[in-house]
């Protein structure tokens, strides 16, 4: 449905004096306000990430299962639906309670429309830049954003760069952007026109030797650290945290000379060193090592002022303050596919952080004008591919979406698809958090496909695997997600499964977890008997 | 003139000097093969064998830097520094690994007490790193994990 914004808020004006949606028009009248930021404070930081290269608005339902265990539970970002509401005094049935919940979600997207959509973006990043003061104010994005669409995919990632450049990112940092070739890695590096920061990505000892390209080859750096930025005359240090896992998580071919890791000492020696010598007003991390590793790495390192994060995919409408020796730092998390955007503003006193404001703002495509220049580039960047993309497949029968710790109904499509093409017993899917959803009566078109399945490593794979095998794959994934140590969490979600049934105890020891496996015939997995599997993306072997 | 590290051991490496260099270094360096303490199966015969009675403390003085999660078992790199004085060696052990003791590295007087090395891990277990100075033993442990991956996020 496309509709211009006037015809919008005509419509729910409509609705609500008519008492169709009676519980959803007290919101109309906020509605247009929502993105009327008071300007408060000196310097405005604007975050946006895991955009997952969707250009144009998009429908992208939250998850209704994100389990925390231990000092995790009952916490942010271990929060779904009501309980979210609740914690964050969020009204039910608000357009706010539709963008960070799965509640209601079909109804709810029928009236508010889609969300996100670089156009969009760009009108409001730009509003909110230049009521407050563009030297005021830096725009950071916290990565994959040249990774989960097919122009993404057939460009390599270069129509991202671009629609960057044009929205006027200043800093990014990355995690699926490491999956094109490194060489390409650092060709779109060099078109970025903002700076690409990573203080844990090292160049490997032997490939410093073969002249490996690196950005500092004493330290070992292969990207700039961080960078200082002068903003309303505060000096804002913003260092870049790339993902941690980044070889482990997706193929380590694609990157072979660079390691990644968590690197908290180093971080701190870091932070330690720029306060030291850069005298900065606030030291910032853009960070994309999901939000439970963000919190524990808040808690261990001191001297951070703000933490803002991506790669869970949390919606997350307040700052969390994290107490460390030696003060406090706060840690955000701005969901994905440009459905919101962070807005921190600081107010600073003797040089130091007097106070904070963090706001996080959905992005109703419907409310927001599109820029017409964003518009037309990415009119012209699709136009080559828009028959391929645009072509149908099918109808959706009931709600198609992904997030959620054990499954989601597009991936049992991929799952089943997975099953019926390659004859295998039982299938195996990635439990990526990225993906579009698809209301029921839609239209399945090929880039609603490609939405989940655009990676650089899209082969699938059909063999003969032992039972044992089978709970391998499944214990070691369960133990990147429901590991007690947030350092061992990878992010994403539980792999998918099709034709196969199993228990699992999230607060089992490692590899005593699942229990119970069963084809979908009711008989049970043994051991050392094989099944036909087939699987997308990472051959495990 | 500023010498980069690689040029600086790219340089080092051509020349006939390197050579010369490895040629003259201390007996020490050849010290005896500790059979007993390298076949050993267990965490505990590894240290026992390697270091008789001797005292183990866990020790803050013993800086081991290892990945949460290796990215590759076959290759993980580890780090040992201390500050402690006198240190005359550093042995790193992979509590699950058929064989515990990985490497053990004499060190003379003058040497700055700073490894850093790749070892090779069949799946996930403590490391551990044992500082030996001053007639004690000086202790820093962590979990490695080695993973299949592949849940991407």
Known sequence: MNMSRREFSRLMAMAGAAGIMPSYAHSNQSLDKMYDLPSWGDVRLLHMTDCHAQLNPIYFREPNVNLGFYGSKGKAPHLVGKALLKEFEIKDKSLTAHALTYLDFENAAQLYGKVGGFAHLKTLVDKLRNNYGPSKTLLLDGGDTWQGSGTSYWTRGKDMVEACNILGVDIMTGHWEFTYQDSEVLENVELFKGEFLAQNIRVSDDALFDDAPAYDEDTGHAFKPYTIKILNGHRIAVIGQAFPYTPIANPKRFVPDWSFGIRDGEMQELVNEIRETEKPAAVVVLSHNGMDVDLKMASVVSGIDAILGGHTHDGVPKAIEVKNEQGMTLVTNAGSNGKFLGVLDFKFASGKIAGYQYKLLPIFSNMLKADPKMQKYIDAVRKPFLEKLQEPLGIAGSLLYRRGNFNGTFDQVICDALREVKGAQVSLSPGFRWGTSVLAGDTITMENVLDQTCITYPETYAREMKGSEIKLILEDVADNLFNKDPYYQQGGDMVRVGGLDYALNPKGQAGKRVTDMALDDGTKIVANKSYKASRLGHSWK | ?153
């Open chain 2, 1 to 153: 003139m500023k010498l980069s590290r690689r040029s600086f051991f790219k340089t080092v490496g051509k020349s006939a000097g390197y050579i010369a260099l490895v040629a003259s270094l201390p007996q020490i360096a050849w010290a005896k093969w500790n059979e007993k303490a390298f076949t050993a199966k267990t965490l505990d015969a590894a240290i026992k064998a390697k270091f008789g009675d001797l005292s183990i403390v866990d020790s803050g003085d013993v800086k081991l830097s290892a990945p949460a999660i290796a990215e590759n078992g076959a290759m993980v790199q580890i780090s040992v520094s201390s500050k402690l004085p006198d240190v005359k060696s550093i042995s790193l052990f992979v509590k699950d690994n058929p064989a515990p003791l990985v490497t053990s590295m004499n060190l003379g007087p003058s040497a700055l007490a700073q490894i850093k090395t790749r070892i090779r891990m069949g799946k996930t277990s403590e490391v551990t790193a044992i500082v030996e100075a001053g007639g004690k033993l000086h202790r820093a442990s962590q979990q490695v994990k080695v993973t299949i991956g592949g849940c991407g996020g």
